[in-house]
């Protein structure tokens, strides 16, 4: 939103003003006034809204409209994830100390009680600078808007009038104009004369002068100068009047653009409707679509199309699957020139023009929040149930795309400084993500329950009764639940919890650090915890096995399962079963952001858990690093979440077979997995052997495109020895390390960072997935060289006691008071004094 001349900030009495004032720009309206005040601004995105004494919704503001909002800076918190575009930092004259921390926040800086020296520069921001002078009088307005530029002064609308400046008020027109300077001798400004809404090409090109410009405001019609006649009353002889829609100034402040809604003949004297000949392109049609509406003859096709409504329905349908059919430049322009010609066929026959159509966009374009943009289920199942055009997306790839291959190099010819590269995983944004979860977080804050119902019903499609599932859970039956797949589920569990249950602290940790004192450790559950299984439409079991079995055998009392619901609003019997087998508490059938949020505030009828755990997408992980970092939350993750990632480290004696098959084992998960492959010392024939495995496992697969991808950002690192293969994979902290080596479990003692290793060519990772009895929730992005993955103690916290008798206290004491004495903290030497001077007696 480039900054106006000036911002009228609008009182009670300005009603009358606004329609003159909203051609030059926007106009402020506090937030107590904008219900009274908004029916007579004429278009959204004309004006901003000070909610900075007010607690009113900021997203409801600049969804109905607004350009953008002013904010105090105590409610910076609270508009945390609106575009920094949208948001206006007000400061009072004492706090332009935070001025660029408030930059930061929003786009614009409003300075309450500050002066025209007051500008991005002084203040040292790059943002736009709004100043409301302590005492503005009229008499010196106008020079103080010159002298401000280009800080923007606000302007109480009381000072402001559509008459002639004078001793208490100003004219809008002087005020606009202050520093609007013209470089002709005759004092003259270029001014091109454009149609609103209707087309890009001008009307024409003319003059303005003062008086023309005052005039146009105080009439809001096209006025400009005649450089033979005088001031041009545009139409008042011809009848092509125009209705004045704005006024904007060019960067250099010495030509105008005047937005028109022309009416009559058309522009030009010639009678064309510009100076520059006839429409083009949408204007052109919208005309002719108008000249046939009127006038088709009875019968005809067009008059048809305007008529039956049945026909027009079939014809848009009809275009847009042929647009969506076209795989050609030239047979997409075509297809969707006959949508756009239908489009604004129906558009036209109810009325509707292409001004309201680009308003509708504005519209659309100020929302700060929007639905997820999925298509209705209708069309979702016509698009499945319907053959593709092209070969779908996971398709095998075509010959001409060449063998899919890793890129190679060899480790000892990397120069020192391009070592890092080889660590690095693809930059993710998190902080961008963070700013597109917070609308969503924030709103099941705020509404709870009817919040989360209505982004299920938005996001996940299920319109649900309630979010909450409680036990006891309905078993599942054999035909929802075949006999194999329970079985496998139950020995996947079996061996999770037999490998989780022995991590249990047996009994408290208790050390005797001299006589008489005795310092202690011991475990506790932790009380509350939300597990998160992705799904849906997808079956994800394991996933709640390898979180709700430790929540299980931790001891924690309640276990909420988070998952999204299908559409009919069930859970997959799979997960449900999962659920009676770990004793969850709570089943809440959300995804998404709005699942996390709900973990981490709770609702009426959702408990707030301690501690979130759980894989997702990036809207999940951002979600969860945004609520553990609110104090208002008090909740806690696993660990930091990315792409998932193998390295596997291969010798002599690797199958190519295996190595290939566990590199796409991760490849296929997503075109950012990681995948490395360290080869010790492997002949040409080899890595040849394993490459061309890869290449014939991968056209095989379902998913090769994706695996396409995610191969051809992957690596070969090729070493000469075993310790320099271990260094590499220590340094690159893979999320699982496969060991294809003579020795592998020998190897597994020189391993220092990894989430998750497999020992041997008969461990796939497959088996730690699902159901070897390790967990497969496991640091990514190189977090494993600080995280360990999700095991029982994730789910404890320790805490620890000290028990010291007297004795220990005369010896341990002095110790105590004479290092507190010198910290200088002497309430903490004297609780000590107090209890040797008893001792003493």
Known sequence: MPAPIFLPLVDPTAAALIPALALLGPVLVPAALLDAVRPSIPKTGSYIVDVSASDADVVDILNAGAAAVVVSSQQFLSVAGIPRERLIAKLQASELANAAAA????????IVGGTEKDTAKSLGVKADVYVELASPSPATLVESIKAARPTTLVIPTALLTTGASSATHVSIADAFLAPVVSDRPDGLFPTIVASSGHSSRPLGMVYSSV????????????????????LWRKGETSGSVQDLVSIELDCDTDSFVFNVVQHGTGFCHLGTPTCFGNWNGLARLEDTLKSRLADAPEGSYTK???????????????????????????????????????????????GVSLKDIELALDAKALKVTRRKGDAKPKWEEKVADKPAAAPAPVAAAPAEEGPIRMRTTTLKEVPKEEYRSLLLRPVLNSLA???????????????????????TKQFDRADLSSNVQLPPFATPTEAELPKDVKAAIDQAYANVKAFHAAQVDAAPLRVETMPGVVCSRFARPIQRVGIYVPGGTAILPSTAIMLGVPAQVAGCKEIVLATPPRPDGSISPEVLYVAQLTGVTCILKAGGAQAVAAFA????????????????????????????????????????AGPSEVLVIADATANPVFVAADLLSQAEHGVDSQVVLVGISLTAEHLAAIEAEVDRQALALPRVAIARVAISKSLIVLVDTLEEGLDFSNDYAPEHLIMHLAD???????????????????????????????????????YARQFSGVNTLSFQKHITSQEVTADGLRVLGPVVVTLAEREGLEAHANAVRVRLAELAK
Request: aromatic share 6%.
């Open 304 to 350: 048809r199309i305007f008529t039956d409504e049945k026909l027009l329905r079939a014809k848009i349908m009809e275009e847009a699957e042929e647009l969506c059919d076209a795989q050609t430049k030239e047979e997409i322009a075509f297809e969707a020139a006959d949508l756009l010609y239908f489009s604004l066929a129906r558009a036209v026959s109810k």
């Open 601 to 640: 505030y709770g609702t009426d009828t959702v408990p707030k858990v301690d501690k979130i755990f759980g894989p997702g997408n990036q809207w999940v992980t951002a979600a969860k690093m945004l609520v553990q970092n609110d104090t208002d939350a008090l909740v806690s993750i696993d660990m930091p």
């Open 211 to 230: 008086e023309s410009v005052s005039e146009a405001i105080k009439t809001q019609k096209g006025v400009y100068q005649s450089r033979k006649h005088g």
């Open 103 to 110: 930059a930061e926040v929003a786009g614009a800086i409003y």
């Open 744 to 782: 592998a479990p020998g190897a597994v003692a020189q391993v220092e960072n990894a989430g998750s290793v497999f020992v041997g060519a008969f461990s796939p990772e497959s088996c730690g997935d699902y159901a070897s009895g390790t967990n497969h929730t496991l640091p990514t992005n190189g």
């Open 433 to 455: 993500m963070i700013d597109k979860v917070k609308p969503i977080v924030e709103r099941v804050r705020k509404e709870g329950d009817a919040g989360l119902k209505a982004m």
